[in-house]
């Protein structure tokens, strides 16, 4: 099977070795990805808007496979404030309410820099 990479054009993407998603046949995995925090949309403090961008983005990146958030069968969610699970998961059902992918969610100490709360890694396997 061919494997396809896709890239986005992050700088991140040479210094770290790592793509925004990769294909081979009909899976697709998704990086961690984290929110642009903009300071007006997405703030530092709001886990919704931060979660929102986040599902957005993605729904593009996949939408540029042929793909669609209906062919995710799991996300992975980490964040920095396990209390924000009421915003995380209210933003997380705007997209997978009726879809339901397999879900986890993870407290941890630290992401990459201090103003993202929400990281989220995506599984999507596609029959077509």
């Known amino acids: 099977m061919k494997r396809e990479n896709i890239l986005t054009g992050s700088p991140w993407e040479d210094k770290m070795g790592y793509c925004r998603a990769v294909r081979i046949g009909n899976v697709i995995e998704v990086s961690g990805t984290v929110a642009i925090v903009d300071g007006e949309k997405v703030k530092a403090n709001d886990a919704y808007a931060q979660t929102l961008n986040i599902l957005e983005r993605i729904e593009k990146v996949l939408e540029d496979l042929n793909v669609g958030m209906k062919d995710v069968i799991r996300t992975r969610i980490f964040t920095t404030e396990i209390t924000s699970f009421e915003e995380v998961a209210r933003a997380h059902a705007t997209f997978f309410k009726d879809i339901k992918p397999a879900t986890g ?24």
């Open 105 to 128: 969610f993870y407290e941890v100490s630290k992401l990459v820099a201090p103003e993202y709360l929400v990281e989220i890694e995506f599984t999507a396997i596609t029959t077509e």
